[in-house]
DNA sequence: GAGCCAATCACATCTTCATGTGAATGAACA
DNA sequence: TGTTCATTCACATGAAGATGTGATTGGCTC
């Protein structure tokens, strides 16, 4: 049984929206509010819902500040925006905050049984014309470089241990060959990488481009 | 009529989709390869097609390298990968070279289907795991956006010198000071940060822990 | 089987780093 | 006005790193 919380300022779709979801076998919806405020003071004195449905646009604080305020006092609260914006600040901005789904409010009763049911099995719900937004999120960041590390398998072990910020005897022990062979590698791995100290090769590392 | 493309490189699999595709009123699937040269030959001589459904395993190029091509190319056809791989890297450098979907392989015929019409409608189809993954890319971005960097100006002024690769002696003709200096800076990064190696600074600073 | 290369080890030398100790200046703050 | 702290500089020492010049082994390839 999934326990779901509304906030939702809208009194008839969160009726609505309530009693449909709380005549299904595998779901409950006891607490349907209508702010940010009255949802915190309810979880003072109550369990904490396994989902909530969260409007952005509400009397008092909004929806988003909200999502940040509740995940950091019940972080096992999955929280799915349920809204009519489909800008991409307000998106992103709540993806951030820390939403599990962003649905559209066209979104069908059914559908929203659904993306509940979809969040309890590890997914993402999410209307599609927000998963395209994000998706392009990825796909309008920089072309990706290629790393195309030519180090080999034992080379890139070695750069795994400075990384790690051991000395070159520790990755010798870490590897369980001598500090000279360490020194051997890093020195055809600065000539592959054209560096010529441990520092830079810690930097290409940790920026992907090995 | 929305036309499909398929590269896949295992047989059974690959007709078994074609067949299914091609069968539905509103789908035509004629063109299946194993391989993206092969589909890149195919494109030179006829229509590309409106989707394609791509793996990322496969003989020759991979489907995320053949993803840059192909958008390169034909920058109308929207790719969904179909793979069995669903480690963050492979999402997320397949989303940036330009995939518009990603769906993993256990996804039935019929989900397939309606991936494809969603695609068409504007959305971008994702398995749930796939989706989670996302979102959880934002969440797990932006929350420390200021993590409280007791270092003093001058102080991050060193970091970014040794970030940079520089040597002592660098940094300290960058900022015109001198070497010891330097070094009393470093030595008080080291206290507040609580490391006590070049290396542990870079990789501290590179994590976005500074 | 000659040649190439990854992986291993050794020795030597010079540079750079890490750390301890100490101190002067000047701005900010109570 | 005295204290705190960022910034600057100095000297010293042992540890770690960078670089040069070797060598051996085993796998792969032409």
Redesign the interface.
């Known amino acids: 049984m999934i326990d779901v919380g509304i906030v939702e300022d809208n009194v008839k779709i969160r009726n609505l929206i309530q009693r449909y979801l709380d005549m299904q076998e595998n779901l409950s919806c006891k607490i349907a509010v209508d702010s940010v405020e009255e949802m915190l003071e309810h979880l003072k004195e109550h369990d904490p819902p396994n989902v909530m449905l969260m409007d952005i646009q509400l009397p008092g604080m909004s929806g988003i500040e909200g999502i940040g305020i509740i995940k950091k006092e019940y972080p096992d609260i999955e929280i799915i925006m349920l809204t009519i914006y489909h800008d991409s600040h307000k998106i ?1 901005d709540s ?7 962003y649905l559209l409010k066209h979104t069908t009763l059914p559908e929203i049984k659904n993306s509940i049911e ?1 969040l309890a ?6 209307s ?2 927000i ?2 937004k ?3 999120y ?2 309008a ?1 920089e ?2 470089k290629k790393p195309v590390s030519d180090l080999t398998a034992r080379e890139q072990d070695i750069v795994t241990g ?4 051991l ?1 070159y005897k520790l990755i010798a022990d870490r590897f369980d060959i001598s500090i000279d062979t360490v020194r051997a590698h890093i020195r055809n791995i600065y000539k592959k990488l054209h ?1 010529n ?4 090769v ?2 290409k590392s ?2 992907g481009e090995i």
């Open positions: 992103f993806l951030c905050a820390g939403a599990s789904g979809n099995e590890g997914g993402a719900p999410m599609p014309q998963a395209r994000v998706i392009e990825f796909s960041q072309p990706q400075l990384v790690d910020g000395s560096v100290s441990k520092a830079e810690i930097a940790l920026r």
